[in-house]
């Protein structure tokens, strides 16, 4: 099973209708749940840009810079 779908099944036994999960890869290489919660709280940390992390999350994810 890839990783996508082992989380959203594990998603899946929430009674919520939307949920967030917070989930970290650890040095060797397992990974594991952080937090899950009803997404009442879900957002970024204040003081963060936006544009600059979701910049950096773009061009992680897909390797090249996004337009602005």
């Known amino acids: 099973m890839d990783k996508l779908a082992l989380w959203q099944d ?3 036994r929430f009674e919520s209708p ?9 040095a060797d290489g397992s990974w594991f749940v ?3 919660g009803d997404a009442g709280v879900s957002g970024l940390p204040m003081g ?3 544009l600059r ?6 061009n992680h ?4 810079p996004a337009d602005r």
């Open 10 to 12: 594990l998603a899946k």
């Open 18 to 26: 939307f949920i967030t999960m917070d989930i970290a890869l650890q």
């Open 34 to 36: 952080v937090e899950v």
């Open 48 to 50: 963060v840009d936006e």
């Open 53 to 58: 992390f979701y910049a950096a999350l773009w």
């Open 61 to 64: 994810v897909v390797g090249e």
